[in-house]
């Protein structure tokens, strides 16, 4: 069922079940205004542009409910506590909790007590760092090594050679 506002003209959309015979009073959602409505098809007398009636009533004047503004209550500043609810001698006394100035000391075990820890990471990075200095150090000292030990040329050209496709396979998964 839809139920117009006679006030404002604004409609609303109301399930059939809920207006009985006997009516229901409403309410506009936008305007505030009120009136007894009662279903669509079972009212015989009505009136265009005023509200519906029980059969046998004479008519009431109609008066629209303006909503008056609301008070507002005036309220006494709060007192402030004589204790503070946070206090050590309030929950004490309240909740049996003590506390103390001092801050508890953490628990080292033997072995802890002179171990710093580097960190997986930072190992990492030293271990790269590591790597790629001494893979600089055989390449300027190529030629040195070649000429005091020969039999190591074949080992390093493989392990730069190695090194260079290395490179070339990392550019490659980069470039595409």
Known sequence: MILNC????KKFVVPDSAITASGRMVQCGSC????????VGKVK??????????????????????????KIKKTAPKKT???NL???E??????????????????????EKGKVSFGFYNSLIVFIFFVIALSRIL???????ILNIPATEYYLNYFFESIRNLFEIWRDLITY
């Open 6 to 9: 006679n006030s404002c003209g």
């Open 90 to 111: 309030y929950l004490a006394k309240k909740h049996g909790i003590k506390i103390s100035d001092a801050k508890p000391e953490k628990k080292i075990n033997k072995q």
């Open 81 to 83: 506590r004589e204790i």
């Open 32 to 39: 505030g205004n009120k009136w007894k409505q009662f279903p």
């Open 139 to 145: 390449y300027f000292a190529q030629g040195f090594i």
């Open 45 to 70: 007398n009505t009136q265009p542009n005023s509200r519906p009636q029980k059969e046998g009533s004479r008519p009431k004047l109609v008066q629209q409910n303006i909503q008056k503004p609301k």
């Open 86 to 88: 946070y206090s050590p």
